[in-house]
């Protein structure tokens, strides 16, 4: 397995008195699909703020890609570059889903006949060709949710992180959205998704790290088979 | 006829032969108020926005000392900027005072606290998903905060509105340092003042019709705006 993509050692994330999480150690690494778990309020969501560079923790060291993290601005926008975070509820921009889809992409330098091939991919990919010139706050739930997810997925990132992604959708979004982890996967992208649903690591084959009142008190480790069937030699880790 | 149906009938016949002194009156309250919102809109609103999106601890009292500065009495601005622009005063040298330009001046201080008050709600009134949805995809801070501002850009022309309405209907400002001259810094509601006072009620209220049209499509703008502005 390659070095990881996170290095956390000793991190505690703080609201106010309240320590929202608290990780001795967690290594995240490429091509690794994910889950974490935990009830309400367990620090996943801070989990993922953490990972996503939009939460500083109040110690401890996290590091990306070997290099320490010092969030200080210059470094947080290279880095912001490599990740991307659907959010439980993602918010869409009002315009288009073609500009909501494109905005990362478009923040990374790309643009032109690149840009509008990155976005026609991306919408094909979650199942929505042909919504480019759709009102975005005008979807549903689920469409919402794939054309976040899509937007995500323009922008061509090293690490994807999700929140509660496949919370109140419908069969086909989730089918989807879960397909489209595995094949994000494949391709070598680290893939994070926090969830309720105790079956999802099961179902999806992913490595477990399992959270409660912020602390990390179970992780299940790669799955050795899995490994050896996946062509593309990514590894996954089932609880 | 009665007198006040009689003056409605002068008052139109004003308007409608376009009166050189009653377009003057409009054109020099149009100029100057536009102008002052303009200069106010530049400190106001960034202002507003980044009192909203920080945290510092004073403020609460500043959101207050800002909400009350919204309800500072127009003539008492125009004193105090009155005592600065007057000969004896710190910017005296500037000669300013009983020009349009003293008018803008004083408007403008007049406008800032709306505006800023009005930016500050609509930032807060502002889904809190905006910014962190514009990092996580890479943007940079200025990208970042483009985007706020392009979601709550009817927030802010509410705020430009608002501060425009505020300084066209006032008399206060432009009465104490335009000086209410004729054909240089008479203004329709400083001259709706005087002409009133003299007894050509005609003329004021031909200039009285002209403002509450004026008004009146200020309210219905701003209305438009902060329906658009609800989810």
Redesign the interface.
């Known amino acids: 397995m390659r070095a990881p993509f996170y290095h956390l050692a000793g991190v505690e994330a703080r609201y106010r008195d309240k320590t929202a999480l608290m990780v001795d150690e967690l290594a995240l690494h490429g091509g690794q699909l994910n889950v974490v778990a935990g009830l309400n309020g367990c620090g996943k969501s801070t989990l993922l703020n953490v990972l996503?560079f939009?939460m500083q923790p109040t110690q401890g060291v996290v590091k990306f890609s070997g290099k320490r993290v010092r969030w200080d601005?210059a470094q947080l926008?290279e880095l912001?570059?490599s990740?991307?975070?659907v959010?439980q509820?993602?918010?869409l921009?009002?315009g288009s889903v073609a500009s909501n889809v494109s905005?990362?992409a478009k923040?990374?330098g790309i643009s032109g006949y690149a840009l509008q091939e990155r976005v026609r991919k991306s919408l094909e990919l979650v199942g929505l060709s042909g919504f480019e010139s759709r009102n975005a706050?005008r979807l549903s739930g689920g469409e919402a949710r794939r054309v976040a997810l899509a937007?995500?997925l323009a922008?061509d990132p090293e690490v994807i992180l999700l929140d509660e992604p496949i919370a109140y959708v419908d069969e086909l979004s989730t089918k989807i959205i879960e397909s489209l982890l595995v094949a994000s996967v494949d391709r070598g992208v680290l893939v994070v998704v926090s969830s309720h649903d105790p079956t999802l690591g099961v179902r999806l084959n992913a490595r477990t790290i399992r959270l409660q009142q912020g602390r990390l008190v179970q992780d299940s480790e790669a799955q050795e088979m899995y490994a050896i069937q996946s062509p593309e030699g990514s590894v996954y880790a089932i609880l | 006829m009665g007198p006040f149906t009689q003056s409605a009938g002068t008052a139109f016949r004003l308007i409608f032969s376009a009166d050189r002194e009653v377009f003057a009156a409009v054109w020099t309250s149009v100029s100057t108020a536009g102008w002052s919102t303009l200069i106010a809109s530049l400190f106001g609103l960034p202002i507003g926005m980044a009192i909203g999106l920080s945290d510092f601890p004073l403020k609460r009292l500043t959101v207050i000392l800002l909400n009350s500065l919204m309800a500072m009495p127009t003539v008492v601005l125009g004193l105090l900027i009155f005592g600065l622009l007057s000969r004896q005063g710190v910017l005296g040298v500037l000669g300013l005072l009983f020009t349009p330009k003293a008018i803008i001046v004083g408007q403008s201080l007049l406008a800032i606290p709306i505006i800023a008050n009005y930016s500050l709600s609509a930032v807060r009134a502002a889904?809190a998903?905006?910014l962190?949805?514009?990092?996580?995809?890479?943007?940079?801070?200025v990208?970042s905060f483009t985007?706020l501002t392009?979601?709550i850009r009817f927030g802010i022309m509410a705020a430009v509105i608002a501060g425009f309405g505020r300084v066209i209907s006032e008399v206060g400002v432009a009465m104490m340092l335009g000086g209410n001259i004729r054909w240089y810094t008479r203004t329709m509601t400083t001259a709706i003042a005087l002409e009133t006072s003299k007894g050509e009620f005609a003329f004021g209220l031909a200039l009285g019709i002209v403002l509450m049209l004026i008004s009146f499509s200020i309210n219905v703008g701003l209305s438009f705006m902060q329906e658009e502005q609800q989810?």
């Not at chain 2, 962190?132 to 801070?141: N, V, W, Y």
Request: hydrophobic fraction near 30%.
């Open positions: 996503a939009l601005r926008r912001r570059q990740v991307t975070l959010h509820e993602p918010f921009f009002r905005y990362g923040a990374r706050n937007r995500a922008c | 889904d998903r905006i962190p949805t514009a990092l996580t995809l890479g943007a940079s801070t990208q985007q392009n979601e989810p």
